[in-house]
């Protein structure tokens, strides 16, 4: 599948992590939040989903997937099967229409490194309907609903049932993912991370909602967007 883009300087030093984003659309201008995580020399996994294929200006530490229209699930698996073959300690996911803050990824490889014992950390995600004096109410609704699980923390807590974090600004120690065999359900269009979050549990994983790894999300603003 190829290597790599990258320059002398960029492999100086390898994350542990591997940052997969997932690529459904053009929300957000793509070269914006790559230019953010290229700043700390991060290796980038960009998976199309049901799109031939994307331009990028900078390449450096970037890999470009694109496979046949498929759904999150299968997306997510193929990112954690790419990580552990690649030999990444943790993988971060991302979609196209969030934007990470400039200390979000070191955040989550910060907390993984700290806490030895939670398998699954989840950031805080910020709906777009908080940054904009007007939006519709289908934006607040999809933005209360898809993020209730990823509020802002004051303090690190471990998530409990029946409670979840969302795979967005979602990170895993793949070791474990390795060992338990645990996947995404391919056949889950929504709900997903619930199923997820309670497989990982049930193989006595546990799970923590981090402070300091943020991401802005930009929310559906129409009915038709929301059930696509």
């Not at 690649?86 to 990470?100: A, N, R, V």
Request: glycine letters at 6%; aromatic letters at 10%; charged letters at 30%.
């Amino acid at each position: 599948m190829g290597k790599f883009n990258s320059s002398k300087e960029t492999l100086m030093r390898k994350s542990p992590a591997l940052v997969a984003i997932l690529y459904h659309d053009a929300k957000i201008n793509l070269d914006y939040i790559l230019n953010i995580l290229q700043k700390k020399r991060n290796k980038i996994l960009i998976v199309l989903d049901g799109i031939k294929k994307i331009k990028v200006k900078n390449k450096n530490n970037i890999k470009i997937i694109s496979l046949k229209k498929s759904g999150i699930s299968i997306c997510r698996n193929f990112c954690i099967n790419y990580g552990i073959k690649k030999k990444f300690k943790y993988i971060i996911f991302f979609d196209s229409d969030c934007i990470p803050h400039d200390k979000t990824v070191e955040t989550h490889i910060k907390k993984h490194d700290m806490y030895k014992e939670y398998q699954l950390i989840g950031g805080a995600v910020r709906p777009s309907f908080l940054k904009k004096k007007t939006t519709s109410l289908i934006t607040k609704i999809d933005g209360i609903m898809s993020w209730f699980g990823a509020v802002e923390q004051k303090i690190d807590n471990e998530v409990k049932f029946p409670y979840h974090i969302p795979t967005l600004n979602m990170s895993i120690k793949l070791e474990f993912l390795k060992k338990s065999k645990i996947k995404f359900l391919s056949h889950l269009k929504t709900g997903e991370d619930f199923k997820f979050c309670k497989d990982v549990k049930e193989k006595g994983g546990k799970i923590l909602s981090i402070t300091g790894a943020v991401v802005d999300h930009e929310d559906r603003k129409s009915f038709s967007d929301v059930i696509n």
